[in-house]
């Protein structure tokens, strides 16, 4: 993990002035001692503009941290189950979203390199991307906003951004910011939910096609070099009528119906899926799409 604050990469959200670690420790300032932002017991800095706001995220933001927690804790049985009780991760990204996230991941194993995981968090997609979050939990290297990203404008080599930009009530704020971080040439991924449910963590303002994420970047002055289907058809299906029967359902209904639509997603569905998110008509129905951009 490369020490950000001797990088000199990191920025006061308020002034724009670059932050250096203050004398005796626990926390970080702009060289005119103006501007001081504590660091966590984690050796985090928590670079927020607002703390009253981040304050009553964090406290309101416990489903996410319980959710993604209690997998990122499960022993190997419990967390095989949690993988593929359902379509896993892995298995419901298609392989054009999968080449597109490698090609900017590729770019952690270059220590030089600095890869910024914008909403990144508790899991780490490689060891060495830096994860911003506006909660501090675990595997979060920054506590700060994508809206006012705490990093010096050209700071960062690429940016991986993944299920976030539904949560941000200002999306253009966030790629505008992610912009303004990158290098010249940098690459960015950047993929979001279509047809998903809510999922408030607390927020859920909004989903993107395809043509979203392309119209909401161009718009930002990225250039587009590929953008489409990362989880198909199939998942949407899955994962709507799961969540239908799950909701709706009286008890005696539910405890029928769900092991059955499981059942029948995992036999049917789920080996279609694969064929289907390539189809080129997978975008009616994407559960995710995504864009690889460059500055
Ligand atoms: C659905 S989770 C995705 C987490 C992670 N990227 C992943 O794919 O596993 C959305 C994340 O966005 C974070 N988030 C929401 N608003 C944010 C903001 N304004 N700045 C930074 N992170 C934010 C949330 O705290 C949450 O961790």
């Avoid at 009553?56 to 804790?73: L, Q």
Wanted: charged fraction near 20%; include cysteine; glycine fraction near 8%.
């Amino acid at each position: 993990m490369p020490d950000l604050l001797a990088r000199g990469v990191l920025m006061c959200p308020v002034s724009g002035l670059p932050l250096r670690p203050a004398p005796g420790g626990g926390a970080v300032e702009t060289a005119d001692g103006a501007w001081r932002y504590p660091v966590n017991e984690r050796g985090v800095p928590i670079l927020v503009r607002d703390w009253q706001s981040f304050q009553d995220y964090v406290k309101s933001n416990p489903s996410m941290t319980e959710e993604y927690g209690a997998y990122g804790a499960a022993a190997p049985p419990a967390r095989f189950w949690h993988h593929h009780r359902w379509f896993g991760d892995d298995d419901r990204r298609t392989a054009a979203s999968r080449r597109a996230s490698d090609q900017v991941l590729a770019l952690c194993d270059d220590p030089a390199r600095l890869v910024l995981g914008v909403g990144g968090g508790p899991t780490r997609v490689h060891p060495a991307i830096i994860n911003l979050n506006i909660d501090g939990f675990a595997n979060v290297d920054v506590v700060g906003d994508a809206c006012r990203l705490p990093f010096l404008d050209g700071s960062v080599d690429a940016v991986h951004c993944e299920a976030v930009l539904e949560h941000i009530a200002d999306p253009r704020a966030a790629a505008a910011e992610m912009r303004r971080v990158m290098k010249p040439g940098a690459l960015g991924f950047i993929c979001t939910p279509f047809l998903q449910p809510f999922h408030g963590y607390p927020h859920h303002y909004q989903n993107f096609t395809h043509l979203g994420h392309r119209h909401l970047l161009e718009a930002q002055g990225f250039d587009i070099v590929d953008c489409g289907v990362a989880v198909g058809p199939g998942w949407t299906i899955a994962q709507m009528v799961d969540l239908y029967i799950n909701t709706y359902s009286r008890p005696l209904a539910r405890r029928l119906l769900a092991p059955l639509w499981h059942l029948f997603a995992n036999l049917v569905i789920k080996p279609r899926d694969e064929r289907l998110a390539e189809h080129d008509k997978a975008y009616l129905l994407a559960s995710t799409t995504y864009v690889l951009v460059r500055r």
